[in-house]
């Protein structure tokens, strides 16, 4: 099954659980407080003494027949020197990391609950948490201010519409902004001048100024179908959807004003090969992309490595656990 219809199917059973949604006021301090603190306390969480000296990357498992939790390996080595575990029967997401190295790690509840809890570099302890409402998809955190936007597949306090909530400098209540063209949002990022980018189920993505009120549409020059993008220095790199076989595609893309326009393109190997898919989260830091098996259905059970903007085979794969579904993506750099 592929990242699409996982996120299709569990909205639907958490519309389910919430009943017939309708348009909502916003979250109150109070319940967000309440969220915050209940997710304070991991579960069986650990980590190797002298994690916290070296780079990491945090890799969220959604778990195949249930709980997951987040993998915390060495960058770009690959050893694993801990894990995170959620403290209830939570779906763990996206992942992002700010200038500092935290980690935010976003995921939600069956009964319509989304969390966002921060985690500082190469510790298991919870340093701030936020409470939201329906299925978010992917984070990112502006290296300037300190907010944080997180993509919501869905948000069932506005009746279900996906949007895109930013928290300034990641505290209090979010101001919400919306697409009508896109009902359902995959992935944001910042680029290094505060503007926001995110992608959802349309061929164009979406772009929020640095102080703007509303989104805008940015057009690709071909027409592609973006699964997920990650700024990186001075471009967006986007994987592109469709077809069955072949390499994974990025392309790396320049915007200005309405337009995106692609300067260049990297093809990333699989061991299958099977599909040009990687709509889920991938990361990029110090001529390394990483990102979780792009193989046309199924879990995900591998976690790439390739050379970029090189591209081409895979130097690195690091083999999922039994039962171990790899989603989020995050590089987590020491200080």
Same mark, same amino acid.
């Given at each position: ?59 969220? =498992?959604?778990? @195949?027949? $249930?709980? +997951?939790?987040?993998?915390? %390996?060495?960058?770009? /080595? #690959? ?75 869905? =948000?069932?306090? @506005?009746? $279900?519409? +996906?949007?895109?909530?930013? %928290?300034?400098?990641? /505290? #209090? ?163």
């Amino acid at each position: 099954m592929n990242r699409r219809a996982w996120l299709a199917l569990s909205a639907g059973a958490s519309l389910a659980a919430c009943g017939n949604p309708q348009p909502a006021a916003p979250f109150s301090t109070s319940f967000v407080s309440s969220v915050a603190e209940h997710h304070r306390v991991p579960g069986y969480s650990w980590i190797l003494p002298g994690a916290a000296s070296q780079d990491l990357i945090y890799v969220s =498992d959604q778990g @195949v027949w $249930g709980k +997951g939790g987040v993998y915390i %390996y060495t960058y770009p /080595q #690959g050893k694993q020197v801990g894990f995170l575990e959620p403290d209830t029967e939570e779906t763990y997401e996206g992942l992002c990391s700010d200038t500092q190295g935290n980690v935010w790690v976003v995921g939600w509840i069956t009964n319509g609950q989304a969390f966002y809890d921060e985690y500082s570099h190469g510790s298991t302890r919870g340093i701030n948490g936020l409470g939201g409402s329906g299925v978010p998809s992917g984070c990112s955190v502006d290296p300037s201010t300190g907010n944080l936007a997180i993509a919501n597949y869905e =948000d069932f306090a @506005v009746g $279900g519409q +996906g949007d895109i909530a930013v %928290y300034q400098h990641a /505290q #209090g209540s979010p101001q919400d902004y919306y697409d009508s063209s896109i009902t359902h949002y995959y992935y944001c990022t910042y680029d290094g001048k505060g503007n926001i980018f995110a992608d959802g189920n349309a061929n164009f993505i979406n772009e929020l100024p640095r102080n703007g009120s509303a989104l805008r549409h940015v057009y690709f020059n071909k027409n592609i179908a973006p699964g997920s993008l990650q700024w990186n220095a001075r471009d967006l790199a986007v994987t592109v959807l469709g077809g069955a076989k072949g390499p994974v595609r990025v392309d790396r893309v320049t915007v200005s004003g309405s337009g995106a326009r692609i300067v260049g393109t990297t093809s990333l190997r699989t061991y299958h090969d099977e599909g040009t898919y990687l709509d889920v989260e991938f990361a990029i830091q110090a001529k390394f992309i990483v990102g979780p098996d792009a193989g046309n259905g199924g879990p995900t059970r591998q976690l790439y490595f390739w050379p970029y903007p090189a591209g081409g085979k895979a130097f690195k794969a690091i083999q999922a656990p039994d039962g171990s579904n790899f989603q989020g993506v995050a590089i987590s750099v020491a200080h």
